[in-house]
């Protein structure tokens, strides 16, 4: 009887020990989010999206703001705080607007030369300066001293992904934000590529655009109606699809131990 219970105390306390290290081994990582009415947290995709990579969702985004928000917020220190920038592993855009965020004729060489606060007169350059500014924020805790990433070879490891709009109907932004992050080397999530349909194809009953069988409301881009704010909810199909898609691309960026 001894033996019996020796050995369950064992198998119990093996079983303590192995729970603990898998729990070690098990990195939760923490992504934030920038965006608008496509990506606050009543869409329900990028925290669908978290759960599957295991990750904490710091969804920051605001219907109706713009990436001149995005930088505005950075300045005045509303979208992340020094110590949530100590542990963000990746800062994801979905700042989604029918607009060239590419363009490269205002741009200036350093975050420091633009004139701030920013209005929406220049999405470019906007989104210019959100990246260099991340990217130098997260370079210069090498010279904190508070920092687990003090005196390190390039401070905090940077990881900037972008997302395309839901579906393919606005070309312009799907185009030049993919153009944006081919300069940078940054990911993509590519929801338009992998959603399911095309502005190619209608519908074989409706004669409309698949868009519009899962949006709220419509919009019209090149005199042609489509799907504006997908429905809304963790529960739905464009929004779990969506996470899925996401969750696909932090895999590629992040191990899931």
């Not at 710091?58 to 930088?71: D, Q, S, Y």
């Not at 220049?122 to 904190?144: E, P, T």
């Not at 504006?228 to 199909?237: A, F, L, Q, S």
Request: net charge negative.
């Amino acid at each position: 009887m001894k033996r019996i219970t020796f050995l369950l105390v064992s198998f119990t306390l093996f079983g303590l020990i192995l729970s603990a290290q898998n729990k070690a081994d098990n990195k939760t990582y923490t992504f934030l989010l920038t965006g608008a009415s496509f990506a606050s947290p009543n869409n329900g995709w990028f925290e669908v999206g978290c759960e599957l990579s295991n990750a904490n969702p710091l969804n920051r985004a605001v219907g109706g703001e713009a990436i001149a928000n995005t930088a505005n917020r950075i300045i005045d220190g509303t979208l992340y705080t020094k110590d949530e920038l100590e542990d963000i592993d990746a800062l994801v855009i979905m700042q989604v607007i029918d607009k060239d965020v590419f363009d490269e004729s205002q741009l200036k060489q350093n975050y420091t030369d633009y004139q701030t606060p920013f209005d929406r007169s220049n999405y470019a350059a906007a989104f210019d300066y959100v990246i260099k500014r991340y990217l130098s924020d997260c370079y210069n805790l090498k010279f904190d001293e508070k920092s687990k990433y003090y005196n390190t070879c390039g401070g905090k490891p940077a990881v900037i992904v972008l997302c395309t709009d839901w579906h393919d109907g606005r070309v312009t932004y799907n185009t030049s934000v993919r153009k944006l992050a081919d300069k940078w080397g940054f990911p993509v999530v590519e929801f338009d590529k992998y959603i399911g349909f095309s502005k190619n194809a209608v519908h074989p009953v409706t004669g409309e655009q698949i868009s519009l069988l899962f949006a709220d409301d419509k919009q019209e881009i090149g005199g042609e109606a489509f799907g504006w704010h997908p429905e809304n909810g963790k529960d739905k199909y464009i929004q779990q699809r969506m996470g899925a898609i996401f969750a696909d691309t932090m895999r590629k960026i992040f191990p899931v131990k």
